[in-house]
């Protein structure tokens, strides 16, 4: 194939441009006669001509490729074809990052995004480097899994120029090893070197035109790791610090960060003692007039960098120093120096600046003033003073500020370095290097001298260790290669460093004593000539051209020596050495050695010392040395290398620049690894991939299935025939550069030709079709045609005779209504005119009548006025005579009253007259007072009265109305009797009249009263529905509020419960750490490591034995904590034990015994409070017997309880006498024995007679107790059953008066049945009982058969007679009639009774040893029925101590057995299981109303009685939680490395492949890891489902509960979800159409699994909902028309992950358009308003380590505790059934 052949019509090529660097164009012609016709996208055309083949322009890659993660993968490989591709990703897809080989590309977004959270981290541990999309974390575990595997020391090199993001690159590296590397020591060193970041970005970044945070040094930092690769240390080293920004900046550019940090806390008072203020008041700040940053707080930052310097161990008095040295660079720039004439310069006293600078450093302002302003020359042994000039004055200020602030930056770097210390020596290290990149502006200077000088370095350790790794690739594969040349920038090296190099001639010409600039510049001119890389200026005497690997740069040679020297005054060091501040004396007083940066001091005598100042290097040499001890450094580590792209100079978001991104990627060696792998080899496919992508180009009898490498060999043969332009590896077929798209277009011809081939076929079928479908359609028109016609036809005909028809009966019908209307009219015309006519009749005699009435009252009105008139004048004639005759008499007596014999008699009687009415007054006053209290009653009584007059008034007015009105019916019933013949008609007429209208007001008020009620009855159903629609959403909003809140707070509870027990986990290793540290290899065991320790054996003697061996060292009583046991009935707890006992011990020494009698100091108290008790169950008693006195029966159970209770006292007094008696008789025997023999007791037993007769008498003592015991056992139980008899007797009771109740009212059809009814519940009833009995009589005979046999067999072993015989017999005498002994059969109470001394073995039993196989023989979770029967146990007893030390041990045991067998599903899930089991059944039995919905009468009556066991239930549930997590924890361990491979890589569909040529990071290209057991994606998803059936089989048939395993596969489904949504959203190659068919089809075996055991409707593929939509979405159509419904499709994934996943869509072939940003962007526009809402999903990745709150719903048992048996695999001997 030639070249020729690729440039035909419609060929994309690339054209140069001036502003868009290269153009696209599509040839209009084939190429001939040397000349090329393009046309551009705008439909401008062009010619070119060319000279050769050579000089055609670059051609663009196929549509497939453009996009791609990797450059190399490329098939044209040139400048055109790097741009565009990284401007399609950072444009189009927001891909900030691409591979370029071994190199990442980092485009710097100037933008936040959420690409770097804990869960990307997660997403990409683990995954070699070209598994998942381009990302700084896929460099960073690259790095960190060679260290693991290669056991060899990394270094990661991010360069770039200033603000290109080399800084954040490296933060984003660093964290990521603090993340998967993080210590677990109390130092968490990954926090310090994570908290060091703000105090470097303070101290050495600054703002630039370019970067509002550029870094102005270089660093390289060691993390440092531990044997087990954890960070145990960190190491900084820095480079070339730009101290000259110290003292000037640049317009627009800024100081160090630190500075505006220290003058935006200048109000705070901490800090008032610094004198500092605005920024704009500094002379060190102020020159770029550029004070702020956008978007950047400098207070809040400098809060963050104190606590950074808090948390590395500087104290607050150390940073106080730190900011008075820095305040006091500040307040230097301020000092304002004159000039004072000649050669001289002076600084006024006042100068307020220098007494706050001399203040803030501790020194004297006198000092400082005079050495700002002169200098020391020594001549000889004479020192002279001179003074210095006003320029040299402010550079020797200026000089002295740079010292000061690079001193102080590298005791910074110390003291940090101090705090990364490791503690020992590390193991290994992966650095990283953050250096700037080249460099080139208008004016450069020293500073980018060494900073291009350091990238000349740093490329040609790149150059070589990519083309070593290319060439290793080639040797792998092991093909024929020719050896690729490169470019060597060693000559440009060596101009710079050699011996009479540049370095060599400055540090030269330093030396010299009138050195100057030029006359080392003219050197060079003289001295460099030689060299290659090195030029003269045509119209520059002062600068030199270097020819760089990037670019030539031309360098100005002011300033070079003294940048160099560096110098500082000696005197001004000596000064700063006096200094008062402890910190300021230490920086100047450190040992030159140890300072990174060297300064030269002028001498100021000539002593030796002074002179050999003089010999230390410059700062080119310095730099030199660093940097080659840093080259050395990396070429012992593997490099990895990260180059930064600034995409423009504005800082717009996502904004590409042409020609600043070319300029870069030729600067970087970008473009050089690109030319290097265009040299070789870079498109390289495996064999499969190959097959499968240009299958069609090959015929079925090229293939050979068993050989791919054959069939590929076949295929290649009938495309390419120049073998140079491929090459056939071990495992990969490689291309030369332009193979693959020259392949890609015939595999596009090919199938141009097939669908062109497929078009025609299906077309003619279609028109052929069509055709006949066209006949048969015109054949069936007109059969229907002519069918119509003759139906119309006959229908017209029907219609006319039906008109007809209809016509003589219309109009019959009109005549008649005509008649009946007009006999109508005529009718009612007659009866309103005679209707008309009476009424006017009727009129007429009312009026009369009127006239008559108003004459009658008019006379007597008259009558009645003249009567009152006349009344008038004769009261009036009264009254004025009886005044004249009052008048008179008046006269009389006042003449009489003036004589004094009337006086005499008036005062005669004065006295006596005086005294009666004193007694009168005060016989009124009483009346007074007595009749005041009736004062009130006689007001409201007034008011009554009043009332009733008024009433009475309108009581007559009625009257008098009534009575007229009654006068005049009478009236109008005469006249009415009279007119009566006359208005007769009228009447009849008016009556029917007034029927009809009461008929019809009746009608119409029901018909009102009907609609009336019908509309409140709608209207209070309507409310009704309103009100219960609007209680029933406030009751579901509640509902639902309730359960989020109860969900939030069960997973905030989980969450904790979970980090409770990863920290318990954590400290118990501690534990052993610190055990193992303290006691060496000493064995020693705890409670919670017993398991851990006991090695890796699992066999039960070790076990036993170590169980044994660390239960004997607990104690059975102790309560370690776990909840509390609270007795419900305190005062009953002593009633129910038994009365101690008198005890009787013998205690021997040598031949003499002592009878010792203990006597309860307790039993009046215990009896008293034991006959209240009685007393009180008496009148309970009573009280039951009295509120049923009808019922015979319970009368008659009550007096045989009553009975039985009188002969329990009987005997208990009995045995109190008894024991009374044997008390009396020792004490009297002793009395005795002491009387008589004194202290020779001894002599009494002399044969042992006592001890006989007080073993004797204990036997006897023990049998009385066990008949005792018996008989209050017995009595106990009679008691129970007469309660329970009694409790059946009063249920049945009232059952039947219920009955009886309900059907007084029903027939007696109703009464039979209903009587049946409950006739045939009772024989069910007893049949249930009887059929229960058989059942148990029925197991013990088994039982008991067993026995027997067993008993047989070691009768024969032991050597006994046959047991056959015996056997024989019993069944011979099986046969015999003989009469049948029938037993009580027993009822049990479920429960189990255990001695505490057998506590530890019943665990060792049911937990210890307790294996999964031999449990899932047994009832599913009968350890736990076991142990709750033992609890039940505890409670009747009512022991405290029991109860809590038996669940303390289940407690420990569970949790000691989790611990030890973590790792082993089925003991998890056991114990999971039956944990639960425990809980259901601790609430089932606990008595609470809530647990006793489901129980049976039998199950109430057995729950707890005295112990309240909530707390344990929480211990329980918390336990439950704990195994649960670590259940899901080993499920997604084992589906993990499933889900990549089954749910994204199988695919299932033939023909639907989508694979695209790899380049040297394709998914098998990456040599970061390599997975020991691979699963192949054709069975994986086998496998994973495989799995998951193994999972459910394992969860049921251990018992666990259905709801819990709807949660687990819920958990695991979503983790199932979120790994491969995750994987997807993070592979580029994933993401076209087929791929989302494979996935989808994948999905649906899950769905169809979830169908196959029935979890489907449990909501269980819900969680699936993301990834679907994922698969749907890659499926869908993509065009505008699409969005609405794309938007309502993807409900459950998030705005980011959409646009992701559409960002990342590439078409499969070359049929398939890409997605258009157009279409990206309404989506983006369109998802905005569900954006708003959508806070939890704003992340990209979902959260691999979400956790569903895990819930147990309530699962009551309906197994009877009391039909529960021992099963003979459990050694429980101890136990016996109660």
Request: one cysteine or more.
């Amino acid at each position: 194939m030639s070249v020729r052949e690729l440039y035909v019509k419609g060929a994309h090529v690339w054209i140069p441009d001036q502003e868009q660097v290269w153009r696209c164009a599509e040839l209009t012609q084939d190429y001939k006669n040397h000349l090329v016709t393009v046309i551009f996208e705008d439909g401008q055309t062009q010619e070119i001509k060319v000279k050769s083949d050579e000089e055609l322009p670059p051609l663009r890659n196929p549509e497939i490729l453009i996009g791609e993660n990797d450059l190399t993968s490329l098939s044209y490989l040139h400048e055109p074809a790097v741009l565009y591709n990284l401007q399609v990703r950072f444009c189009n897809q927001n891909a900030i990052y691409t591979y370029c080989g071994i190199v990442l590309v980092a485009i710097n977004p100037y933008e936040e995004l959420p690409i770097y959270g804990p869960d990307t981290i997660s997403a990409y541990r683990g995954h070699s480097m070209g598994d998942l999309d381009p990302h700084i974390f896929a460099v960073a575990e690259e790095a960190f899994t060679q260290m693991e595997r290669d056991n060899k020391d990394q270094s990661i090199i991010v360069s770039g120029e200033s603000g290109a993001g080399k800084t954040v690159s490296a933060k984003y590296a660093m964290r990521y090893f603090a993340s998967v590397g993080g210590s677990d020591s109390e130092t968490q060193i990954e926090k310090k070197i994570l908290a060091s970041n703000p105090i470097m970005e303070a101290i050495g970044n600054a703002k630039t035109t370019r970067n509002d945070n550029s870094s102005r040094f270089g660093k390289y930092i060691e993390l440092d790791f531990t044997r087990s690769y954890s960070i145990m240390g960190a190491n900084m080293r820095t480079y070339l610090l730009e101290k000259s920004r110290v003292v000037f900046q640049a317009p627009e550019e800024r100081n160090y960060h630190i500075f505006y940090q220290l003058c935006s806390a200048a109000s705070d008072k901490k800090y008032s003692h610094l004198r500092l203020g605005h920024q704009d008041n500094f002379h060190y700040l102020n020159q770029g007039s550029s004070p702020s940053i956008e978007g950047v707080d400098d207070g809040a930052d400098f809060i963050e960098t104190c606590k950074a310097l808090s948390l590395l161990g500087i104290n607050e008095a150390t940073q106080d120093q730190m900011f008075r040295i820095l305040a006091g660079i500040l307040h230097l720039g301020n000092i304002v120096i004159e000039d004072n004439g000649g050669d001289a310069s002076a600084i006024d006293k006042g100068d307020e600046s220098l007494a706050i600078v001399a203040e803030l450093l501790g020194i004297s302002a006198s000092e400082l003033k005079m050495w700002l302003c002169h200098r020391k020359i020594t001549s000889g042994r004479e020192v002279f003073t001179k003074p210095v000039t006003l320029s040299e004055a402010t550079f020797s200020r200026d000089a002295l500020a740079k010292h000061i602030y690079a001193k102080l930056f590298d005791w910074i770097v110390k003291e940090i370095n101090k705090c990364f210390a490791a503690p020992t020596k590390p193991f290994r290290f992966i650095g990283v290097l953050d250096i700037y990149g080249f460099e080139t502006f208008e004016i450069n200077s020293f500073e980018q001298f060494c900073i291009n000088y350091a990238n000349e370095k740093l490329q040609q350790q790149f150059n070589q260790h990519v083309f070593k790794l290319e060439q290793e690739e080639y040797v792998k594969e092991q093909i024929e290669w020719e050896f690729i040349n490169f470019y060597d920038n060693q000559p440009c090296i060596d101009l710079i460093e050699s011996k009479l190099g540049i370095l060599d001639l400055l540090d030269e010409e330093c030396r010299m004593p009138k050195g100057s600039d030029q006359s080392w510049v003219e050197k060079l001119y003289d001295k460099c000539k030689k060299w290659d890389h090195f030029s003269k200026p045509r119209l520059s005497n002062t600068s030199f051209l270097i020819a760089h690997f990037a670019d030539k740069v031309g360098y100005e040679c002011a300033g070079f020596l003294e940048k160099n020297r560096d110098t500082v005054s000696e005197e001004q060091i000596n000064l700063l050495k006096s200094s008062q501040i402890s910190l300021v004396h230490a920086l100047f007083t450190v040992k030159a050695q140890a300072a990174p940066t060297k300064v030269k001091v002028l001498p100021t005598g000539p002593s030796a010392a002074h002179s050999s100042k003089q010999m230390k290097k410059s700062v080119g040499s310095q730099f030199r040395d660093s940097l080659n001890l840093l080259m050395l450094t990396l070429n012992s580590t593997t490099p990895h290398y990260v180059r930064c792209i600034k995409p423009n100079d504005d800082k717009m978001a996502f904004t590409f620049d042409p020609t600043r991104a070319i300029q870069q990627l030729r600067a970087c060696g970008v473009l050089e690894t690109v030319r290097i792998s265009a040299a070789g080899y870079p498109s390289r496919w495996t064999y499969h991939e190959f097959f499968c992508r240009y299958r069609v180009l090959c015929t079925s009898r090229d293939i050979v299935r068993n050989d791919m490498r054959l069939t590929c060999e076949k295929i290649i043969a009938n495309m390419i025939t120049d073998e140079d332009k491929f090459k056939f590896g071990r495992t990969k077929i490689f291309f030369r550069a332009g193979q693959v798209a020259y392949m890609e277009k015939l595999r596009a011809d090919r199938l141009s030709a097939c669908g062109i081939m497929i078009q025609k076929h299906v077309r003619m079928y279609i028109h052929r079709n069509r055709f006949r479908t066209m006949r048969n359609s015109a054949i069936i028109i007109q059969k229907y045609a002519r069918g119509m016609a003759a139906r119309r036809l006959a229908h017209h005909m029907r219609q006319t005779a039906a008109a007809i028809k209809i016509q003589a009966c219309v109009r019959g019908w009109v005549k008649r209504v005509q008649y009946r209307r007009l006999v109508y009219t005529i009718t009612h015309l007659q009866a309103h005119a005679r209707g008309c006519w009476a009424r006017q009749r009727y009129q007429h005699m009312r009026r009369d009548r009127a006239a008559i009435v108003i004459q009658k009252h008019v006379r007597r009105w008259l009558t009645r006025r003249r009567y009152l008139r006349a009344m008038r004048g004769f009261v009036i004639v009264q009254g004025l005579v009886r005044c004249f005759l009052a008048r008179r008499q008046l006269k009389k007596l006042k003449i009489e009253a003036k004589s004094i014999e009337h006086q005499k008699k008036l005062n005669k009687g004065l006295e006596n007259k005086i005294i009666s009415l004193q007694q009168k007054l005060t016989e009124l006053k009483n009346e007074n007072n007595f009749i005041s209290s009736y004062k009130e009653e006689i007001m409201v009584l007034k008011t009554r009265v009043t009332d009733l007059k008024g009433v009475e008034k309108q009581l007559k007015v009625s009257n008098n109305q009534v009575n007229e009105l009654e006068a005049r019916i009478a009236e109008l019933t005469k006249e009415l009797e009279m007119e009566r013949g006359e208005k007769m008609d009228v009447l009849t007429q008016k009556e029917r009249a007034e029927k009809e209208n009461r008929e019809l007001i009746e009608k119409l008020n029901e018909e009102n009263a009907r609609l009336t009620k019908e509309l409140s009855d709608a209207q209070k159903e309507e409310t009704k529905r309103e009100t219960e629609e609007y209680l029933r959403r406030k009751f579901e909003a509640e509902k639902q509020q309730l359960i989020l809140e109860n969900t939030d707070e069960k997973s905030g509870y989980q969450r904790l419960l979970k980090e409770f027990n990863r920290l318990e986990q954590k400290n118990e290793h501690l534990e052993e750490e610190l055990a193992k540290f303290k006691g060496g290899n000493a064995h020693k065991r705890t409670a919670s490591n017993v398991s851990n320790l006991s090695g890796a054996s699992d066999a039960p003697t070790e076990l036993v034995h170590d169980d044994a061996s660390e239960f004997s060292s607990f104690p059975g009583d102790d309560d370690v904590g776990y909840g509390s046991v609270r007795s419900r009935s305190s005062e009953m707890s002593d009633s129910n034990r038994n009365l101690e006992n008198i005890e009787w011990s013998s205690q021997k020494t040598g031949d003499t015994s002592e009878i010792k009698i203990q006597v309860p100091q307790k039993l009046q108290e215990l009896e008293m409070e034991n006959a209240k008790l009685k007393d009180d169950l008496n009148r309970l008693r009573k009280s039951i017997a009295d509120s049923e006195p009808q019922n015979n029966r319970v009368q008659e159970f009550m007096k045989q309880f009553e009975a039985l209770q009188d002969e329990l006292e009987r005997r208990r007094e009995e045995c109190i006498q008894l024991r009374t008696v044997l008390a009396n008789r020792a004490h009297d025997l002793r009395s005795v024995t002491q009387t008589s023999y004194g202290k020779d007791v001894d002599i009494v037993n002399e044969d042992g007679e006592l001890v006989l007769a007080y073993q004797t008498q204990k036997q006897v003592n023990r049998q009385l107790e066990d008949e005792l015991k018996k008989e209050k056992q017995r009595l106990h139980e009679t008691e129970a059953d007469y309660k329970g008899e009694l409790e059946r007797l009063r249920r049945d009771n009232e059952r039947q008066q219920k009955l009886l109740a309900q059907n007084l009212c029903k027939s007696d059809s109703t009464n039979s049945e209903t009587l049946l009814q409950s006739e045939i519940m009772r024989l069910t009833s007893e049949n249930l009982n009887l059929q229960g009995q058989v059942d148990n009589l029925t197991e013990q005979l088994k039982k008991y058969k067993r026995s027997l046999r067993a008993y047989a067999k070691k009768l024969k072993e032991a050597g006994g007679g046959d047991p056959t015989d015996m056997l024989d017999v019993n069944t011979t005498n099986e046969g015999e009639v003989l009469p049948i002994i029938r037993k009580k059969e027993r009822e049990y109470m479920g429960m189990f009774e255990y001695d505490r001394r057998d506590e530890m073995q019943i665990i060792r039993v049911l937990v210890y040893e307790l294996k999964p196989r031999v449990a899932v023989t047994l009832l599913p979770g009968l350890p736990a029925y076991i142990l709750f029967m033992c609890i039940r146990h505890t409670d009747h007893i009512n022991d405290d101590e029991k109860v809590r030390s038996l669940l303390n041990n289940i407690v420990n045991g569970v949790k000691r057995v989790i611990k030890k067998r973590h790792e082993d599903l089925d003991s998890t899930v056991l114990w999971l299981s039956n944990v639960l089991r425990l809980l259901h059944n601790l609430k089932q039995y606990s008595g609470d109303k809530a647990f006793q919905a489901e129980n049976t009468v039998k199950q109430n009556e057995q729950s707890l009685k005295n112990f309240d066991l909530s707390e344990y239930r929480q211990v329980l549930s918390d336990i439950a939680v704990w195994i649960y997590n670590g259940v899901i924890k080993l499920m997604e361990e084992k589906v993990q490395p499933l889900i990549v491979p089954s749910i994204l890589e199988h695919e299932a569909i033939a023909g639907l492949s989508g694979n695209k040529p790899g380049g040297m990071r394709g998914r098998t290209g990456s040599v970061a890891r390599e997975l020991e057991s691979p699963v192949e994606p054709q069975k994986a998803l086998d496998l994973l489902l495989k799995e998951m059936t193994q999972f459910y089989r394992t969860l049921a048939m251990f018992g666990t509960d259905p709801e819990l395993i709807t949660q687990v596969f819920r958990q695991i489904f979503y983790f199932i979800c979120a790994g491969s949504l995750n994987n997807l959203l993070l592979r580029k190659d994933m993401c076209h159409w087929s791929k989302g068919m494979q996935i989808r089809y994948n999905l649906s075996h899950l769905e169809q699994w979830t169908r196959d055991m029935r979890l489907h409707e449990s909501g269980v593929t819900d969680t699936l909902a993301p990834i679907i939509q994922a698969a749907q979405l890659l499926q869908a159509r993509k065009t505008d028309d699409d969005v609405h419904s794309i938007c309502d499709m993807c409900d459950k994934l998030s705005v980011s992950q959409i646009i992701k996943i559409l960002n990342l869509y590439t078409p499969a072939d070359e049929f398939e358009e890409r997605v258009p940003i157009s279409f990206i962007h309404k989506i983006q526009a369109k998802l905005q308003e569900r954006a708003e809402g959508e806070q939890a999903q704003a992340t990209l990745l979902m959260n691999t380590k979400f956790a569903f709150p895990v819930r147990f719903p309530f699962n009551p048992s309906s197994i009877h505790l009391e039909d529960i048996e021992l099963p003979d695999a459990l050694p429980l001997t101890m136990l016996k059934k109660v």
